[in-house]
C-alpha cells in the first residue's frame, strides 16, 4: 500500500513539474504573449481549445500546422502570426500540453 501510494505521489509530482516546463516553454516561446490558460486574452484561452478540438482526432495535427504557420477567423478577426521560430518538436509538446488541458 505504501508503495502504491508513493507512486502516486511521485507520478503528480512529475506531472506538476512538466506542467511547469510546458508552461515555462509557452512563455520563452512567445505563446502566453496572446493566450492564457483559463482565460481568453488576445486569443482563446489553452482551456477553451482544448474543449473545442477534445473529440477531433485529427487536432494535434492540425493544431502544430496551425501554430507553425498562423491562421485567423476560428475564434474571431484577431489573427495568429507564423510561430515559424519555435522548432516543431516544442511545437508539438505545446500542442499536446494544450490539448490536455482541463
Not at 4 to 20: E, K, N, P
Given at each position: 500500500?505504501?508503495?502504491?501510494?508513493?507512486?502516486?505521489?511521485?507520478?503528480?509530482?512529475?506531472?506538476?513539474?512538466?506542467?511547469?516546463?510546458?508552461?515555462?516553454?509557452?512563455?520563452?516561446?512567445?505563446?502566453?504573449?496572446?493566450?492564457?490558460v483559463d482565460?481568453?486574452n488576445i486569443?482563446?484561452?489553452?482551456?477553451?481549445?482544448?474543449?473545442?478540438?477534445?473529440?477531433?482526432?485529427?487536432?494535434?495535427?492540425?493544431?502544430?500546422?496551425?501554430?507553425?504557420?498562423?491562421?485567423?477567423?476560428?475564434?474571431?478577426?484577431?489573427?495568429?502570426?507564423?510561430?515559424?521560430?519555435?522548432?516543431?518538436?516544442?511545437?508539438?509538446?505545446?500542442?499536446q500540453w494544450?490539448?490536455?488541458?482541463?
Open positions: 500500500m505504501k508503495i502504491a501510494v508513493i507512486a502516486l505521489t511521485l507520478c503528480s509530482v512529475f506531472a506538476a513539474g512538466q506542467a511547469v516546463a510546458n508552461e515555462k516553454l509557452a512563455q520563452s516561446s512567445g505563446c502566453m504573449t496572446c493566450h492564457a482565460r481568453k486569443g482563446p484561452s489553452y482551456k477553451d481549445i482544448a474543449a473545442k478540438y477534445r473529440s477531433d482526432k485529427n487536432a494535434e495535427a492540425l493544431l502544430v500546422k496551425k501554430v507553425r504557420a498562423g491562421g485567423s477567423g476560428v475564434w474571431g478577426p484577431a489573427p495568429m502570426p507564423p510561430n515559424a521560430h519555435v522548432k516543431e518538436e516544442d511545437v508539438k509538446v505545446l500542442v494544450i490539448l490536455a488541458t482541463k
